[in-house]
C-alpha cells in the first residue's frame, strides 16, 4: 500500500503519540475479566488519596541526583560519590528506612513488589500509573548498575553501624559510604535471586511501554539468576557484620530461588525456568508451612504467583501450587481448622513487634490478586469444612487496609500525610531534621540526637510513609526512638500500592 509523504508522517507521528500515551499517558483499558468490577459504593476511606501518596513517599527515600521533576522538595541531592570506594557508579537507588544505607536486598525485593503491583493493578491506577512506573525504573537504574559486573552485585552502600551512630541528613553525611558485593568467591543467593526477581517483574512493567529497556532488564535478571544458582551460598554469612542485624535472611535462600525462578518463567516463557521449579520446587520449600511473607521469606508469594500460571495461564504441572496457596489462605482464616495467624483486639493482623504493618501490606496484596485467580478460574479456598469465597477475602483485605488508613481504636491512621491523625514523630533521620532550606549549615553527626531524642514533631511531612505500627493490643506510643513502630520503609508501601488501586477502583474514585 502506497502512503504519501504527509500520510507517512501522520501515521509516524500518530503512533509516537500512541506509544507515548502508553509509556506516560493513561492506560489502555480492556475488557480484562481478572478485574473484578463492582457498582461504586459509598468507601469510608479515600483510597485515591491513599494511593497517591503511597507512591509519593518513594521520592522521599530518593538517593543520588534529584530530577527536576522532584515533588517532596525539602529533600535534596545525596550519595553523589556512592560506588567509589571500589571505584563503581552506585549512585541513585533508595535509602531502605530511617538512616542513610542503601541495603540490596530490600531494596530489591521493593521493586519485585512494586512491579507486581503495576503489574496486577497498574490498569487500574490511571494518572498514577506513570508515578509507580518512575518509582519502579528509580530502583531498576540503579539496580543495573549494581549488576553490570558478571558474576558479582554490589548489595550495599554504607557501613550501617557508622551510620547508625550519626543522626544526620542524608545530604550531610559523612559516615563511610563503604561497598559491599558478593562474587563467585563470596556468593549471596538470597540477595541475587531476589534481585533477578526484581529485574524480571519490572521487565513486564515496561514490556510495552519501553521495550528495549525491558528487554534489557530481562537479559540481566537471567544473568543474574544464573549466577544465584550456581554459585550457591548465603549473603549473611560472608557478610555478617556488615548486613547482619539489619538484613540477615534468617529463611535461608532457598525460598528466593524459587520465587525469582517463578517470576523469570513470567518474564521469558522459557520452558528451562518451569522445568527448574518442577524438578526443585519441594527441595527449595514450595510445601513448607512457612506463612509469613516480608522482604526475608518470600515462600507464600512465590505460591500465589505460580498458583496464577495455574488458575488463569492454565499451566496444569503447576496445580499443586494452588494448594500450597490454599494452606496459607487457611492460616489466615479466623476459625478455620488450621487458623495460625495472629490479630490484635481491634483486628490488625499480628505477626511480630518490628515493623508488622509489613506484613500487613505484602498480605493484602496476596489476597487481592489471589481472589483475582479465582474469581477468573471460578474457583474457591476450602478450609476444611469451612468453604472461603474470592469475596471472603477481599473483605478481609479491606478491613486490613481500613484499619491501617484509621478504622482502629486509636483512630490513627499509620500512613503519614493521610488523614486528620497520623505519626508526628517517625523514626527518619531526614524527616525529623530541620530541611537544608530551612538550615542551609551542616548538622553534624552526633548533634542531630538532640532532635531524636525530642517529642516535637517532624518539620518535614514525609508523605505516604507507612509505619512500623501498633502493637499486639493496638498500642501506639508515637516516639521517635522506637524503631519498630515508628520507622518506615519501602517494602511496607510497596504491595500496598496495588492494594489501594484495587480499593480505589472498586469503590469509583478512579
Known sequence: MAFSVSSFTLLVLFSCFATFLVCH???????NPLHHRRHPRLASHNYR???????????????????????????????????????????????????????????????????????????????????????????????????????????QVGDANKDHACWERPEDMDTPRSVYKVDKNSPGSEVAAETAAALAAASLVFRRCDPTYAKLL?????????????????YSNGLKKYVCPFYCSYSGYEDELLWGAAWLHKATKNPTYLNYIQVNGQTLGAAQFDNTFGWDNKHVGARILLSKAFL?????????????????????????????????????????????????????????????????????????????????LRNIA???????????????????????????RIHHRGSSLPSMAAHPAKIQCSSGFSVMNSQSPNPNILVGAIVGGPDEHDRFPDKRSDYEQSEPATYMNAPLVGALAYLAHSFGQL
Not at 499517558?25 to 475488557?31: A, D, E, I, S
Open 398 to 424: 479491606k478491613k486490613q487496609v481500613d484499619y491501617l488508613l484509621g478504622d482502629n481504636p486509636l483512630k490513627m491512621s499509620y500512613m503519614v500525610g493521610y488523614g486528620p491523625r497520623y505519626p508526628q
Open 49 to 155: 488519596d491513599a494511593l497517591t501518596k503511597s507512591i509519593l513517599f518513594f521520592e522521599g527515600q530518593r538517593s543520588g541526583k534529584l530530577p527536576s521533576s522532584q515533588r517532596i522538595t525539602w529533600r535534596r541531592d545525596s550519595g553523589l560519590t556512592d560506588g567509589s570506594a571500589m571505584h563503581v557508579d552506585l549512585v541513585g537507588g533508595y535509602y531502605d528506612a530511617g538512616d542513610n544505607v542503601k541495603f540490596g536486598f530490600p531494596m530489591a525485593f521493593t521493586t519485585t513488589m512494586l512491579s507486581w503491583s503495576v503489574l496486577e493493578f497498574g490498569g487500574l491506577m490511571k494518572g498514577e500509573l506513570q508515578n509507580a512506573r518512575e518509582a519502579i525504573r528509580w530502583a531498576t537504574d540503579y539496580l543495573l548498575k549494581a549488576t553490570a559486573h558478571p558474576d558479582t552485585i554490589y548489595v
Open 218 to 234: 530481562v537479559r540481566r535478571a537471567i544473568r543474574v539468576f544464573q549466577f544465584a544458582d550456581k554459585y550457591r551460598g548465603a
Open 25 to 31: 499517558g493513561f492506560p489502555v483499558h480492556h475488557n
Open 312 to 392: 488463569v495461564q492454565k499451566v496444569q504441572s503447576l496445580h499443586d501450587y494452588k494448594d500450597h496457596a490454599d494452606n496459607f489462605i487457611c492460616s489466615l482464616i479466623q476459625g478455620a481448622p488450621f487458623s495460625s495467624a495472629q490479630y490484635t483486639p481491634g483486628g490488625l493482623l499480628f505477626k511480630m513487634n518490628d515493623s508488622n504493618m509489613q506484613y500487613v501490606t505484602s498480605t493484602s496484596f496476596l489476597l487481592l490478586s489471589y481472589a483475582k485467580y479465582l474469581t477468573y478460574a471460578r474457583k474457591i479456598v476450602n478450609c476444611g469444612v469451612t468453604a472461603v469465597t474470592p469475596k471472603r
